[in-house]
T-cell receptor
Framework: KAGVTQTPRYLIKTRGQQVTLSCSPI?????VSWYQQTPGQGLQFLFE???????NKGNFPGRFSGRQFSNSRSEMNVSTLELGDSALYLCASSLWQGGLEQFFGPGTRLTVL | GENVEQHPSTLSVQEGDSAVIKCTYSDSASNYFPWYKQELGKRPQLIID?????GEKKDQRIAVTLNKTAKHFSLHITETQPEDSAVYFCAAIKVSELTFGTGTRLTIIP
Protein backbone atom coordinates (compact mmCIF):
# COMPACT_ATOMS: atom_id res chain seq x y z
CA LYS A 1 0.00 0.00 0.00
CA ALA A 2 1.47 3.33 -1.01
CA GLY A 3 2.30 5.79 1.75
CA VAL A 4 1.30 9.40 2.16
CA THR A 5 2.57 11.58 -0.65
CA GLN A 6 3.03 15.33 -0.79
CA THR A 7 3.68 17.66 -3.69
CA PRO A 8 5.69 19.62 -4.36
CA ARG A 9 8.62 18.55 -2.19
CA TYR A 10 10.33 21.95 -2.38
CA LEU A 11 9.04 25.45 -3.00
CA ILE A 12 10.62 28.86 -3.07
CA LYS A 13 8.32 31.88 -2.90
CA THR A 14 8.64 35.56 -2.12
CA ARG A 15 6.87 37.56 0.54
CA GLY A 16 3.29 38.43 -0.32
CA GLN A 17 2.78 35.51 -2.66
CA GLN A 18 0.46 32.62 -1.98
CA VAL A 19 1.14 28.91 -2.13
CA THR A 20 -0.87 25.68 -2.38
CA LEU A 21 0.44 22.38 -1.07
CA SER A 22 -1.07 19.00 -1.83
CA CYS A 23 -1.36 15.81 0.19
CA SER A 24 -2.57 12.38 -0.91
CA PRO A 25 -3.37 10.10 2.02
CA ILE A 26 -2.89 6.37 2.27
CA UNK A 27 -5.61 4.58 0.34
CA UNK A 28 -8.64 4.14 2.58
CA UNK A 29 -7.61 6.82 5.03
CA UNK A 30 -10.21 9.52 5.39
CA UNK A 31 -8.56 11.94 7.77
CA VAL A 32 -5.77 14.33 6.83
CA SER A 33 -4.00 16.58 9.30
CA TRP A 34 -1.46 19.29 8.54
CA TYR A 35 1.53 20.35 10.64
CA GLN A 36 4.22 23.00 10.44
CA GLN A 37 7.72 22.01 11.53
CA THR A 38 10.36 24.63 12.29
CA PRO A 39 13.57 24.45 14.33
CA GLY A 40 12.28 27.08 16.73
CA GLN A 41 8.66 26.02 17.23
CA GLY A 42 8.90 22.29 16.62
CA LEU A 43 5.87 20.47 15.24
CA GLN A 44 2.68 22.47 15.40
CA PHE A 45 -0.83 21.37 14.46
CA LEU A 46 -2.52 23.38 11.73
CA PHE A 47 -5.81 21.60 11.06
CA GLU A 48 -7.54 18.28 10.49
CA UNK A 49 -9.93 17.38 7.69
CA UNK A 50 -12.30 14.44 7.71
CA UNK A 51 -15.03 13.76 5.18
CA UNK A 52 -14.30 17.05 3.41
CA UNK A 53 -14.91 19.07 6.60
CA UNK A 54 -12.43 20.84 8.82
CA UNK A 55 -12.78 19.17 12.21
CA ASN A 56 -10.23 21.03 14.23
CA LYS A 57 -7.89 23.96 13.82
CA GLY A 58 -4.69 24.95 15.57
CA ASN A 59 -3.55 28.39 16.58
CA PHE A 60 -2.57 29.81 13.20
CA PRO A 61 -3.79 32.96 11.45
CA GLY A 62 -6.51 32.90 8.84
CA ARG A 63 -3.89 33.11 6.09
CA PHE A 64 -3.57 29.36 6.54
CA SER A 65 -6.48 27.45 5.09
CA GLY A 66 -7.19 24.07 3.63
CA ARG A 67 -9.69 21.82 2.04
CA GLN A 68 -10.32 18.17 1.42
CA PHE A 69 -11.77 16.56 -1.65
CA SER A 70 -14.15 13.63 -1.96
CA ASN A 71 -11.22 11.27 -2.63
CA SER A 72 -9.69 12.39 0.71
CA ARG A 73 -6.84 14.27 -0.96
CA SER A 74 -6.19 17.54 0.79
CA GLU A 75 -4.70 20.89 -0.09
CA MET A 76 -3.32 23.57 2.17
CA ASN A 77 -3.11 27.20 1.13
CA VAL A 78 -1.07 29.99 2.64
CA SER A 79 -1.82 33.50 1.43
CA THR A 80 0.26 36.65 1.77
CA LEU A 81 3.40 34.72 2.65
CA GLU A 82 5.69 36.02 5.38
CA LEU A 83 9.35 35.18 6.02
CA GLY A 84 8.28 33.31 9.15
CA ASP A 85 6.21 30.89 7.09
CA SER A 86 9.40 29.20 5.93
CA ALA A 87 9.09 25.69 7.29
CA LEU A 88 8.58 22.03 6.53
CA TYR A 89 4.88 21.39 6.06
CA LEU A 90 3.87 17.85 6.87
CA CYS A 91 0.59 16.15 6.33
CA ALA A 92 -0.48 12.97 8.06
CA SER A 93 -3.31 10.61 7.30
CA SER A 94 -5.30 8.24 9.47
CA LEU A 95 -8.27 6.00 9.01
CA TRP A 96 -10.68 7.98 11.11
CA GLN A 97 -11.12 11.40 12.59
CA GLY A 98 -9.45 11.94 15.93
CA GLY A 99 -5.76 11.85 15.14
CA LEU A 100 -5.06 8.28 16.14
CA GLU A 101 -2.33 6.34 14.32
CA GLN A 102 -1.28 9.08 11.97
CA PHE A 103 1.18 8.36 9.18
CA PHE A 104 3.20 11.25 7.86
CA GLY A 105 4.11 12.25 4.35
CA PRO A 106 7.64 13.37 3.40
CA GLY A 107 6.74 17.03 3.72
CA THR A 108 6.99 20.12 1.55
CA ARG A 109 9.93 22.40 2.31
CA LEU A 110 8.73 25.98 1.81
CA THR A 111 11.24 28.80 1.69
CA VAL A 112 9.96 32.37 1.68
CA LEU A 113 12.43 35.01 0.47
CA GLY B 1 -4.77 24.18 25.23
CA GLU B 2 -2.60 21.16 25.83
CA ASN B 3 1.06 21.59 26.77
CA VAL B 4 3.55 18.75 26.38
CA GLU B 5 7.00 18.96 27.93
CA GLN B 6 9.71 16.52 26.88
CA HIS B 7 13.04 15.73 28.55
CA PRO B 8 15.89 15.49 27.95
CA SER B 9 16.44 17.51 24.78
CA THR B 10 19.58 15.51 23.99
CA LEU B 11 20.61 12.06 25.12
CA SER B 12 23.72 10.04 24.36
CA VAL B 13 23.93 6.39 25.34
CA GLN B 14 26.42 3.62 24.73
CA GLU B 15 25.34 1.02 22.22
CA GLY B 16 23.59 -1.81 24.05
CA ASP B 17 22.48 0.38 26.96
CA SER B 18 18.93 1.58 27.58
CA ALA B 19 17.48 5.00 26.81
CA VAL B 20 14.55 6.66 28.54
CA ILE B 21 12.70 9.76 27.36
CA LYS B 22 10.04 11.38 29.51
CA CYS B 23 7.06 13.58 28.71
CA THR B 24 4.46 15.34 30.80
CA TYR B 25 1.15 16.71 29.63
CA SER B 26 -1.17 19.25 31.16
CA ASP B 27 -4.70 18.36 30.10
CA SER B 28 -6.28 15.34 31.75
CA ALA B 29 -8.68 15.10 28.78
CA SER B 30 -5.83 13.90 26.54
CA ASN B 31 -6.36 10.23 25.84
CA TYR B 32 -3.84 9.05 23.25
CA PHE B 33 -0.06 9.29 23.40
CA PRO B 34 2.02 8.38 20.35
CA TRP B 35 5.78 8.44 19.94
CA TYR B 36 7.41 9.38 16.65
CA LYS B 37 10.96 8.83 15.42
CA GLN B 38 12.38 11.27 12.90
CA GLU B 39 15.68 10.55 11.22
CA LEU B 40 17.57 13.39 9.61
CA GLY B 41 15.78 14.62 6.50
CA LYS B 42 13.00 12.08 6.82
CA ARG B 43 9.37 12.08 7.85
CA PRO B 44 8.27 11.33 11.45
CA GLN B 45 7.44 7.65 11.85
CA LEU B 46 5.01 6.29 14.41
CA ILE B 47 6.94 3.77 16.52
CA ILE B 48 4.57 3.07 19.38
CA ASP B 49 1.46 4.52 20.97
CA UNK B 50 -0.61 4.07 24.10
CA UNK B 51 -4.17 4.90 24.99
CA UNK B 52 -5.27 6.31 28.31
CA UNK B 53 -6.88 3.07 29.47
CA UNK B 54 -3.56 1.20 29.32
CA GLY B 55 -0.58 1.58 31.64
CA GLU B 56 2.17 -0.03 29.57
CA LYS B 57 2.75 -1.30 26.06
CA LYS B 58 5.73 -3.12 24.57
CA ASP B 59 6.90 -3.80 21.06
CA GLN B 60 10.19 -5.71 20.91
CA ARG B 61 12.90 -3.34 22.20
CA ILE B 62 10.64 -0.36 22.79
CA ALA B 63 8.05 0.21 25.48
CA VAL B 64 5.89 3.06 26.64
CA THR B 65 4.50 3.61 30.13
CA LEU B 66 1.71 5.97 31.10
CA ASN B 67 0.86 7.40 34.51
CA LYS B 68 -2.47 9.16 34.15
CA THR B 69 -2.53 10.40 37.72
CA ALA B 70 0.80 12.15 37.38
CA LYS B 71 0.12 13.03 33.72
CA HIS B 72 3.38 11.68 32.41
CA PHE B 73 4.48 9.01 29.96
CA SER B 74 7.85 7.62 29.00
CA LEU B 75 9.56 5.86 26.11
CA HIS B 76 12.01 3.09 26.95
CA ILE B 77 14.42 1.68 24.37
CA THR B 78 16.46 -1.32 25.44
CA GLU B 79 19.59 -2.81 23.84
CA THR B 80 20.10 0.34 21.79
CA GLN B 81 21.59 0.09 18.32
CA PRO B 82 23.19 2.70 16.03
CA GLU B 83 20.01 2.84 13.92
CA ASP B 84 18.13 4.10 16.98
CA SER B 85 19.94 7.44 16.57
CA ALA B 86 17.25 9.99 15.65
CA VAL B 87 15.02 12.68 17.09
CA TYR B 88 12.12 11.29 19.10
CA PHE B 89 8.88 13.21 19.64
CA CYS B 90 6.18 12.45 22.14
CA ALA B 91 2.67 13.75 21.61
CA ALA B 92 -0.71 13.93 23.27
CA ILE B 93 -4.10 14.05 21.62
CA LYS B 94 -7.17 15.85 22.85
CA VAL B 95 -10.20 16.05 20.55
CA SER B 96 -8.14 15.19 17.43
CA GLU B 97 -5.52 17.89 18.03
CA LEU B 98 -2.05 16.39 18.33
CA THR B 99 0.32 18.42 20.52
CA PHE B 100 3.96 17.47 20.21
CA GLY B 101 6.80 17.68 22.66
CA THR B 102 9.93 19.57 21.64
CA GLY B 103 11.87 16.43 20.72
CA THR B 104 14.84 14.47 22.07
CA ARG B 105 17.92 13.98 19.95
CA LEU B 106 19.14 10.48 20.79
CA THR B 107 22.68 9.54 19.82
CA ILE B 108 23.91 5.98 20.16
CA ILE B 109 27.65 5.79 20.72
CA PRO B 110 29.21 2.69 19.09
Amino acid sequence: KAGVTQTPRYLIKTRGQQVTLSCSPISGHRSVSWYQQTPGQGLQFLFEYFSETQRNKGNFPGRFSGRQFSNSRSEMNVSTLELGDSALYLCASSLWQGGLEQFFGPGTRLTVL
Amino acid sequence: GENVEQHPSTLSVQEGDSAVIKCTYSDSASNYFPWYKQELGKRPQLIIDIRSNVGEKKDQRIAVTLNKTAKHFSLHITETQPEDSAVYFCAAIKVSELTFGTGTRLTIIP
